[in-house]
């Protein structure tokens, strides 16, 4: 248990810290010299990445999101398995073995793997859900619009319960493709089967769907951190906001416990279920030893000044700040949720 919880806490950080707020940066970047001020509007900025440069980033993105959500759903599920049978074995040598193991994504079926893992998975976040997209939700305005609707709150709760029902259905396809290298629509079969035969398996994510209900409503409302949070200004929040320092480590303690539910969820996955997995857990190629610690002992003075010098001058642009004018203020631009967004009633309400 104490290798899945370095490797969960080492995977989040370098999430979280450095892949997040990078990506964040390179978005930013995107969105002001690639596509220009002109973006005004959601339908806008969708609009703009119907061009050559915004295909182009939306594959590479969608690559990145999907190497890193099933790179950990790999390395995860392999090291419960060493907790089950008692194994050890240490999670780094295992992690380079696990990259050997992402060559099953290469499929014609890659858009419904994109669809499960990083869309269908967090949307519920019951069983084991990446670090690098913990959890999704419809946006608001959507849910909000489809309320004022007649009969809205209905198909609104008819839409998450099919939701739960593809979830639940298909809860064992990371289990099967992972320990068993099946085919996603043979894990998808599997994985029907299993939850048709297991009633108690129901009840089993229901029971975790209310108390993570429970924590995230009445004990943890509006303290958690979301994926935006973990921007390129992640730090200067960290060092100037004792509010923002709380909440970090309160998400630091709630992933802690979420991820042992996660383990536990495998766990029982594993009980349920006798397997002798065919999955990698050594790596099988010789690593490329790069000798960099040779180049850099010949010139230990040049590498020191220059990472010395760019050490000072990004700490000064990135602690700077320009005081502020006035104290930060809280917008509803789109109005008030009693009305329909961005009306004049809807103003009107909020003001």
Not at 57 to 63: E, G, K, N, P, T
């Amino acid at each position: 248990m104490k290798e899945i919880l370095k490797f969960e806490l080492f995977y989040k950080l370098l999430m979280n810290a450095i892949l997040l707020p990078c990506l964040s940066l390179l978005t930013g970047w995107f969105l002001r010299y690639v596509i220009g001020d002109t973006v005004l509007y959601n339908f806008d900025m969708v609009y703009s990445l119907f061009s050559i440069p915004g295909i182009l980033l939306v594959l590479a993105y969608v690559l990145i999101v999907i190497l890193c959500v099933y790179f950990e759903y790999i390395v995860v599920y392999k090291l419960v398995y060493c907790f089950k049978t008692r194994q050890t074995i240490d999670w780094k040598n295992l992690s380079l073995s696990s990259l050997q193991d992402l060559s099953v994504l290469k499929t014609k079926y890659f858009p419904l793997l994109f669809l499960y893992y990083v869309l269908l998975n967090p949307l519920w976040h019951l069983g084991f859900v990446s670090s690098f997209l913990p959890r999704i939700s419809i946006p608001a305005f959507i849910i909000n619009e489809a309320l004022k609707m007649n009969y809205g709150s209905y198909l609104i709760f008819i839409v998450y319960i099919l939701l739960f029902m593809v979830y639940a259905f298909l809860w064992y396809v990371p289990f099967y493709m992972i320990y068993t290298k099946a085919p996603f629509f043979q894990a998808c079969k599997q994985s029907i089967h299993k939850m048709l035969q297991i009633k108690k398996l129901w009840l089993f994510l229901i029971g975790i769907f209310l108390m993570y209900y429970v924590l995230e409503t009445f004990i943890f409302p509006e303290l958690l951190l979301t994926t935006s949070d973990f921007n390129f200004y992640f730090l200067r929040y960290f060092l100037f906001s004792s509010y923002f320092r709380f909440c970090t480590l309160l998400f630091v303690g709630y992933s802690i416990l979420w991820t042992i539910l996660e383990v536990f969820a495998i766990y029982t996955q594993l009980k349920q279920e006798e397997v002798d997995p065919v999955c990698l857990f050594s790596q099988t190629e010789k690593p490329l030893k790069m000798k960099w610690h040779k180049k850099v002992a010949h010139h230990k003075i040049i590498y020191s000044t220059i990472f010395l010098c760019a050490t000072i001058v990004f700490v000064v642009m990135y602690f700077h700040q320009w005081p502020l004018v006035h104290p930060p203020y809280s917008i509803g631009h789109r109005g008030d949720i009693t009305q329909v967004e961005n009306s004049l009633e809807g103003i009107l309400a909020a003001d």
